[in-house]
Each structure stands twice: as structure tokens, then as C-alpha cells.
């Protein structure tokens, strides 16, 4: 079992352009949840997905973010028109079943933004 | 909102001697209270967790202890070595498990040998 995959591991953009961040779960996990880490700060939780549905997206900013857990393939994250301030590290987390005790960490995206 | 306030944000100790890192929460109805270290440019690991239901746990030379009145819980972690060296979050989950978790802002721990 190779843990949580996420991809790319650094990912830079310009202002205005889009990124997509790829979380790929732990074998046999259908819960994937994503956070966002700014320098200095602690995780702040952003969405929880199971396959094909968002169950919780109260920490997603209102526009330019989405989130995604199709069926087949990894969840992604996707930014549109991306600021400066976007610039963080963004962390998902899979777990078997929705008790946080057994969510596990990737490595974590780093997008920053010039 | 709700919120989780950890302290301190940084701590320097000997090696050998032991640190508590101590966190107070906001909402009522949190009932899980993990613990995670992170290295520098490294994931988030668990490192222990507690329920609501015990005051106390304990796995080697790590512990917490939760205080489910004045809703506050503490890591501590006796005989320090270097390789403890790193931040640690606390967080606690925001209405009950089924909820999300709210991290603390980190406390960076510096064991010196």
C-alpha cells in the first residue's frame, strides 16, 4: 500500500492561470479530505468528499475553488484564476470510513503562486 | 466560530527533559482530539489521539490528557530526544466525530542534545 499520493509535489503557477492538485487515497479508503496549510499556520480544513459526492465543503472559499472524487481517478483539487495568496501547501487526507482517527496524510502539494 | 488555541507556539528544551504543549477548544460537542507531528516540509502523522470518553492515554514516552470541563488537553512527552524536534498541532474534531477537525496554529519543539 503505497499511503496517500498526491501530485505534483511543487506546483507553480502565474497569476490568473488554473491549478489542478491530484490526491489519490490509500487503497480500500473512500473518504478523502483536503487542507490547506499557509506558512506558519496550522491545516485548515477545506472539504471532505467520499466517491462522487461532497459531503462537507464548508471550508472552501466561495469562488475559484472546487473539489472532485469521481468514481475512477484520484480527487482533485482545482483553483481557477489563482492570486498570490493562494500560495500554500494543500494536504488531503484518506481514511476507510469518516473516523478522522484512521485519516492518514499525503505528502502535500506546494503551489505557489508568482 | 469555532476554534482550537494551542500553546506554546515555540518551546526549547534539553534533551532528556520533558514538554507539555497545551490546547483549549471552543466547541462542546467536540469527542476526538488527535495529536500530529510535522517535519520540515513533511506530512502531518498522527502521533496519538484521544476520545472524550477517557481523561488519559498514554503510548510510550508520549501522553495526553484531556479535560473534558474546561475543555483543554495536553501533550506531553517525557525523555526528549532531538528527533522529537518538529511542530506539533493539536486539533479536535467540531461536532462530534462525523465532523471536521479544527487545528490549532502549532508549536514548533526544539530538543537541544
Not at chain 2, 532528556?16 to 471552543?26: L, R
Not at chain 2, 470541563?69 to 501533550?75: D, I, Q, Y
Not at chain 2, 462530534?96 to 519543539?109: D, R, V
Request: hydrophobic share 30%; glycine share 8%.
Amino acid at each position: 500500500n503505497a499511503g496517500v499520493m498526491q501530485n505534483p509535489r511543487h506546483l507553480v503557477r502565474r497569476r490568473g492561470q488554473e491549478a489542478r492538485l491530484r490526491c489519490s487515497p490509500m487503497k480500500g479508503h473512500s473518504h478523502v479530505y483536503w487542507y490547506r496549510q499557509l506558512p506558519e499556520e496550522g491545516l485548515k480544513f477545506m472539504v471532505y468528499l467520499q466517491k462522487e459526492n461532497i459531503i462537507d465543503e464548508s471550508g472552501m472559499p466561495k469562488e475559484r475553488f472546487s473539489a472532485e472524487f469521481p468514481k475512477e481517478g484520484p480527487s482533485i483539487l482545482r483553483i481557477q484564476q489563482v492570486v498570490r495568496g493562494d500560495s500554500a501547501a494543500y494536504f488531503c487526507a484518506s481514511s476507510p470510513t469518516s473516523d478522522r482517527a484512521e485519516a492518514f496524510f499525503g505528502q502535500g502539494t506546494r503551489l505557489t503562486v508568482v | 466560530g469555532e476554534n482550537v488555541e494551542q500553546h506554546p507556539s515555540t518551546l526549547s528544551v534539553q534533551e532528556g527533559d520533558s514538554a507539555v504543549i497545551k490546547c483549549t477548544y471552543s466547541d462542546s460537542a467536540s469527542n476526538y482530539f488527535p495529536w500530529y507531528k510535522q517535519e520540515l516540509g513533511k506530512r502531518p502523522q498522527l502521533i496519538i489521539d484521544i476520545r472524550s470518553n477517557v481523561g488519559e492515554k498514554k503510548d510510550q514516552r508520549i501522553a495526553v490528557t484531556l479535560n473534558k470541563t474546561a475543555k483543554h488537553f495536553s501533550l506531553h512527552i517525557t525523555e526528549t530526544q532531538p528527533e522529537d524536534s518538529a511542530v506539533y498541532f493539536c486539533a479536535a474534531s467540531i461536532g462530534g466525530s462525523q465532523g471536521n477537525l479544527i487545528f490549532g496554529k502549532g508549536t514548533k519543539l526544539s530538543v537541544k542534545p
